[in-house]
């Protein structure tokens, strides 16, 4: 046997995350779907709030979105214990945090009731906490769905790793120029990001979770101001 460096045992926080990452693939049936979806109406509308003094961003409007999403698909929208699966008419958004070498998840609870610019302060105030230490297991329990932003780098689509007991899961990915199909044919360059949807499939099959990331893609891709966006 080679030698090997000086081991670093899984402990702590890192071994909470350990334990919950191999709990999730052992008790869940996970599928993952991905696509690509066009960010210009997005990037856009993150311009127009900061305009207006909001610092939003894509990823606050991809959660608003998937949020949009949930509320009518609400088999997305909940946890499955001992072999039950609970639905939740109340969207409890976690939102994943990479703090350092950890890996939290804080909670957003009533995310529905929310605009654009109330979940994104909620969303800098779970990153805030998390930053300061301050991440309480209070803001950390009874999510319904979680969203996972990958950030900057060269990946275009992943295949995140559910929350569990959670049984859909939303990953999001780098904007990278591409070229773009347009509505008429033409072929444009456009700001494109990989999004990848992960599901239970004890309870969700392949066809509604292709539906449902359809339907995240298409509301995502029309995001404007006139629906109440900003």
């Known amino acids: 046997m080679p ?31 991905h696509a690509s979806v066009d960010a210009s109406a997005a990037l856009a509308q993150v311009e127009a709030a900061r305009g207006h003094g909001h610092p939003v961003t894509l990823e606050d409007i991809a959660a608003w979105s998937y949020v949009r999403c949930l509320s009518t698909h609400l088999n997305f ?9 609970f639905s939740n008419k109340s969207i409890h958004l976690g939102v994943a945090l990479g703090v350092g070498d950890h890996l939290l998840v804080g909670v957003i609870r009533d995310a529905e009731t929310l605009v654009i610019e109330q979940l994104a302060e909620a969303r800098r105030a779970l990153v805030r906490d998390a930053r300061e230490g301050k991440l309480t297991p209070d803001k950390m329990r009874d999510g319904t769905s979680t969203i996972s932003n990958l950030g900057p780098g060269r990946t275009e689509s992943f295949t995140p790793i559910l929350n569990p ?6 990953g999001l990915c780098t904007v990278r120029k591409k070229a773009w199909v347009t509505e008429d044919g033409s072929i444009d360059v456009r700001p494109v990001m990989g999004v990848s949807l992960t599901v239970d499939h004890r309870w969700i099959d392949g066809a509604p979770a292709n539906s449902f990331l359809a339907n995240f893609c298409s509301e995502f891709e029309s995001v404007r101001s006139d629906r109440g966006l900003l």
Not at 11 to 24: P, W, Y
Not at 165 to 170: G, H, I, K, S
């Open 77 to 85: 929208n909940g946890v499955i214990k001992d072999n039950t699966f």
């Open 3 to 33: 030698d090997l460096d000086q081991g670093v045992r899984l402990s702590g926080v890192r071994g909470l995350i350990a334990r919950r990452m191999s709990d999730s693939l052992t008790q869940a049936a996970q599928l993952s779907f």
């Open 165 to 170: 007991p959670q049984v859909a899961l939303l």
